[in-house]
């Protein structure tokens, strides 16, 4: 199922498609911080948000 990772600032997707990469490796492609709001993504789960996608 595919997957998104969502940051909790912007509603930005840092992540979208149906490979399973954990928020952590996605996080650090981003060098842990939010390319549109700038905000610092932790690994914690309440920086991001990872949703199955719905189609
Ligand atoms: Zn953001």
């Not at 490979?19 to 700038?38: A, D, L, R, V």
Request: aromatic share 10%; net charge positive; hydrophobic share 25%.
């Amino acid at each position: 199922m595919p997957q998104r990772v969502i940051c909790q600032g912007c509603s930005y997707v840092l992540y979208e498609g149906t490979e399973f990469n954990s928020p952590g490796e996605i996080i650090q492609q981003y060098n842990c911080t939010c390319p549109k709001c700038g905000k610092r993504l932790s690994f914690l789960p309440l920086d991001i948000e990872v949703k199955p996608v719905n189609k």
